[in-house]
């Protein structure tokens, strides 16, 4: 049984792209298939993985996003520890022309991050899970896999760490790019509670950088993406934890100002309870259809009766999962609905003041959202559906941010409330990727033209006010997110400082200084 299902494999990833199966049309360079080899020579037998073996087929095959498993890697390496980590990058630094990427959970939905086509996909998919040490009130959690897996891991000791809100999002992509968590009302966003990352840097050493020790550099690596080396272990503070009360709660059309009015009363309200958050998303599907799903998260097992999410729960819902859980247990949930994928997938990001004299500019926005995408979502495209998720990031997460020293996105104390917007969207066919890339840009460029009037009415106008940085996490592969931080300059003196050859700069995959 395990032969035929192999050779399924084998036939079916062949037919699904029969140019890698004859080799006429893929066609990774010399350098990069000798790389491979070096490679594979300098790791144990099985670490590296080439087109047409179980292997390779697998790990293609592990992308959230279809559009991520149509890319072909000359070869897969699955290093085991940090040891295999570093003897690949020296590799890789000796040959200034063989492109590479990593790969830890698989949910950055954007070509190029964690996929490659004819380069060295570095899976480190084996580099999975987390441990607690009593001693220090620490965590050391591993690169790869999901946020099930991290929080199952810290479960039984009675603690967590600031992470993934949805338990299939990737651990390493989320808390090097930032990471807004449920929890970041109280302890800043999910990169922000680091406090060591065990990391190969671009000439093949081992480092182990400590936030302390090497302040400036940590700051820079708190949602910078991987610029500054490869982390194979991060060292993050652990918060007690025990049952909490959330779930979804789905939502006909009819309620969607009653929504909007929660939500616009939400973000200032949550600065006065941290311990409750939501994920408000706005569904635009075929024929102008709408809906709302909310995510709720309230740190203890009640079900709140008082506080920012009253407003929310007195509206009738069509749907509710919500109610008193663990922690693990309500993320796996979360993620349950995703988990099963059919689509592809864009994201794109953009940071919206919160304006307390304008309760409509989230309708505004919703409108704006299903007019784009109206044209797409027709009868023609029945299963595709696009969101707009507005998540509220108010002024006590920069408090918090910078209590913890500061991070790259710039978040302090004095910021204003904001709101996160994710723009995402769903669809089968590969040849729509493009109409459904522009569809998004089209939004954020009315969005840009609407900030003058929206920071105005805000009351916003110094400098500090109107910092608006981009979340990466949420944000489309060619949106200049860190052209956004204050600190880019310095950042990138940084970043060529410890990577004076550019392996990570120019040949790696994810956004760039």
Known sequence: MALRNALFLVVAAALCHPQHLSGVLAAPSESTVQACHAIADQLP???????????????????????????????????????????????????ADVPFTVKSGGHDPNPG??????????????????????????????????????????????????????????????????????LSTQYGLAADSIVGWETVMANGSIVNIDAKAQPELAVA????????????????????????????RLYDPSQKDALFAALHNFVPASSDDPKSAVIFTDLAITLNGTGNIVFYFHEGPDKPTSGPLKEFLDIPALFDL????????????????????????????????????????????????????????????????????????????????????????????????????????????GNDDATLYAL???????????????????????????????????AAGDQNVTGSYRRYARFKELQEATDPLGLFATRAGGYKY
């Open 45 to 95: 037998e099985g670490r590296v993985a080439y087109p047409l073996q179980l292997p390779y087929i697998t790990e293609t095959q592990q992308y959230w996003s279809l559009a991520l498993r149509d890319l072909r890697p000359a070869c897969i390496v699955s290093p085991q520890d940090t040891e295999q980590v570093a003897a690949a990058v020296r590799v890789l630094a000796n040959r």
């Open 113 to 182: 991050h964690s996929s490659i086509d004819d380069g060295v996909l570095i899976a480190m998919r084996e580099m999975v899970g987390a441990t607690y040490d009593a001693e220090t009130g620490l965590a050391h959690v591993k690169p790869a896999g999901e946020w099930n897996d991290v929080i199952g891991d810290l479960e039984p000791s009675g603690v967590t760490v600031v992470g993934g809100r949805l338990g299939i999002v990737g651990v390493g992509g989320l808390l090097l790019q930032g990471g807004i968590s449920f």
């Open 221 to 248: 690596m708190k949602g910078s993406g991987s610029q500054f080396g490869i982390v194979t272990e991060f060292t993050i503070e652990a918060h007690p934890i025990s049952q909490v009360w959330g779930g979804l």
């Open 322 to 429: 919500t109610k008193a859980q663990s922690y693990a247990q309500l993320l796996k949930s979360n993620g349950d609905i995703s988990a099963v994928n059919v689509a592809r997938y864009s994201f794109r990001t953009f940071t919206i003041p919160y304006i307390p004299t304008n309760p409509d500019l989230y309708a505004e926005i919703s409108a704006k959202w299903r007019d784009i995408t109206s044209a797409y979502l027709t009868i023609l495209h029945p299963t595709a559906l696009c969101s707009a998720d507005f998540q509220p990031l108010p002024s006590v997460v920069g408090q918090q941010s910078e209590a913890r020293g500061g991070n790259a996105m710039g978040l302090r104390a004095g910021d204003p409330d904001r709101l996160v917007l994710e723009l995402q969207c769903g669809w089968l066919n």
């Open 440 to 474: 998004a840009r089209d939004m954020t460029n009315w969005l840009q033209s609407r900030m003058p009037d929206w920071l105005a009415q805000a009351g916003l106008t110094a400098a500090e006010e109107t910092y608006m940085p981009l979340f990466m996490n949420d």
